[in-house]
C-alpha cells in the first residue's frame, strides 16, 4: 500500500497544544519550528514508486525522515536506541508525525534508508577484495604524507572534470534531501550561489578499530601462513589510512567537506567518503568534480585550501575556470625560480642588483607587472619617475620591468599577490571547512556510529549536514516561528 503522503497542516496541529505550555523544551521547540520552515512534501513522492500497491499500510516516508533527523538532533548514535526511546517518550512520536501507541521498530528504519539508498549494494565495493598495506608512516612526528605528484594529479583532473553523471551515485536522494537545507540556506541570505567561497580540507573518520577480515582461499590447509590472496571484509570501504593529528593509523574513511567559507556560520555545501589512504590533494579532485556535477548552478569564484594542495595541475584548473586559487605552498617541494629569474617567497622577482622588484598590478592580458625596486619621482615631478639605483641594470629611465604571465606558474605569480594582506585575509577563511570538521565529529559524534556499511556511514553524515544549517538559520534568528504558539514567559 502507498504511504501517506506529508500534510503540514495536521502536523502543524499536533505540535499546537504540544508547545503551548511552559515546560516546553526549547531545543524541541527549535527542531520544531526547522522542520515547519521546509518542504518534506518532496520525500514522499520521491520514495512513492519504491512501495508497492499491495501489503500493509507503511510509516510515511516524511515522519521517518523527520525521526531521522530528530535523532541526530538529539545526538543519539543508535536506532536501537533511537526506537526504544520513541515508544518511552511520547513527545517524541508525536513530534516525528507518529502516534504515541505506534511507533516503528528498528527494522523500519533500516528498509527506509535501504529506500533512499540508491543501489542494491550497501557498499562500493564488493566485501570480497584484495589485502591493504598500511601506508608508509611520514618521517617525522605530525608529519604528513608527501604530496602526489604532478601527473597523478593531472590524470585524475582528466578522469573526474566534466565526466561524472550525477545518476550513478547511490547517495544522490541523500543529497537531494541535504540540497533542501542547503537551499534554505541560501533563500535566508546565508549562502551567495553566485558567488561562492569554497574551502576545502579532509579529516580522518574511524570506523572500527581492528580490521574484521578471513580468508576465502586454502593457503592455510596447505600450510601456508601468509598470503597474498583476497579476503572477506566486513567493511570493504574502510582501509587503512595515516591520522598525523593523533600520529597512529587508522582504519575508516577520509572525509573530504567542501564549505561555504563566507557563509553564516561556515556552513557544508558537499561531503565525500574516501578511502583512508586517499591524498587530500587527489581527494579534492574528485570531491570539487563531482561537487560541480551536483550543484552546476553554484558558482565558485574563490577556493581556500591547505599546502597539501599544492599542485600545478589544481591552479592550471582552477585558472581554467576562473576560480581564484589561495593555496598555501608546500615549501618542501617549491623551488622559487621562474626561467632565468630568482624569485622571493612571496612571488617578486629578484633583480640584476639582488632586490626584490615591486608588483605593479595586473594587466587585461592577465600578465603581473613589476617595476624596478629604486623607482622614485623625479625631483621637482610628481608624474614622472626616474630609477635611483646606484648601478642602474638598463638603460631606461623607468628602470627594469617584467611582465609575467600568470598561466606561465600560477602557484607562484597570482593575484591577489601572494603574501599581500588581501591574501592571507582570504586564506584564513580556509579553517571554515575544519571548524566544520570539529562540529561533525566531535559535537555530532559521527565516529561513534557503529556502521558496517557507506550506505549508513553516508546518511548519518548528511543527517548531521542538516543539522549544522537548521542550527545556523536559529543563530541568525531566520527560524519561522509563526505557525507555533509564542513561547509562554518564565
Known sequence: MQPKPFCRAAYEAALQAEFSHIHADKKLRKFARAILSVDLSVIDGMLAPTYSRF?????????????????????????????????????????????????????????????????????????????????????????????????????????WCGNVSKESEPYRRFFRLFRIFLEGSVSR?????????????????????????????????????????????SQPDSFWGWDSSRNCHYIGYNLYLLTASDAHSDLPIFPLLLPASRHDGRAFVEAYAKFQAFCPDFHTERMQLDSAHDAMPIY????????????????????????????TKDGRPICPEGKAMHRDGTDDRMRMKFRCPCLKHEKGSSKKFVCGCEHPCTDSTYG????????????????????????????????????DNKRIKEDYKLEDGRHRSSMMWYFRLYL?????????????????????????AA
Open 55 to 159: 501489503g500493509p499500510k507503511p510509516y510515511p516516508p516524511s515522519s521517518l525522515f523527520i525521526a531521522c533527523l530528530l535523532m541526530v538532533f538529539l545526538r543519539v548514535t543508535g536506532f536501537t536506541v533511537w526506537a526504544k526511546q520513541l515508544k518511552e517518550d511520547p513527545v517524541y512520536a508525536r513530534l516525528c508525525g507518529f502516534a504515541p501507541d505506534k511507533t516503528p521498530e528498528v527494522g523500519t528504519f533500516y528498509n527506509f534508508i535501504a529506500r533512499l539508498w540508491a543501489s542494491d549494494k550497501a557498499n562500493f565495493r564488493d566485501h570480497v577484495r584484495p589485502k591493504k598495506d598500511r601506508p608508509k608512516k611520514p618521517g617525522g612526528k605530525n608529519e604528513k604524507a608527501d604530496p602526489p605528484s604532478n601527473e597523478t594529479v593531472a590524470t585524475d583532473i582528466k578522469k
Open 464 to 488: 548531521i549536514l542538516m543539522a549544522i544549517h537548521v542550527d545556523a538559520w536559529d543563530t541568525a534568528g531566520l527560524l519561522d516561528a509563526s505557525s507555533l504558539p509564542a513561547e509562554p
Open 400 to 435: 627594469p620591468v617584467k611582465h609575467i604571465p600568470l598561466a606561465d606558474n600560477p602557484r607562484i605569480f597570482c593575484t591577489p599577490a601572494r603574501g599581500s594582506d588581501a591574501w592571507g585575509k582570504e586564506y584564513k577563511k580556509r579553517t571554515s571547512s575544519e571548524r
Open 316 to 343: 592550471q584548473w582552477m585558472l581554467e575556470d576562473k576560480v581564484t586559487a589561495f593555496i598555501n605552498l608546500n615549501t618542501r617541494k617549491t623551488k622559487f625560480d621562474w626561467k632565468d629569474l630568482q624569485v
Open 189 to 233: 541570505g546565508l549562502i551567495s550561489k553566485g558567488h561562492l567561497g569554497v574551502s576545502g580540507d579532509g579529516t580522518p573518520v574511524v570506523t572500527m578499530h581492528r580490521e574484521r577480515s578471513h580468508r576465502v582461499c586454502d593457503c592455510h590447509e596447505k600450510g601456508i601462513e601468509r598470503c597474498d590472496c583476497y579476503r572477506w571484509y
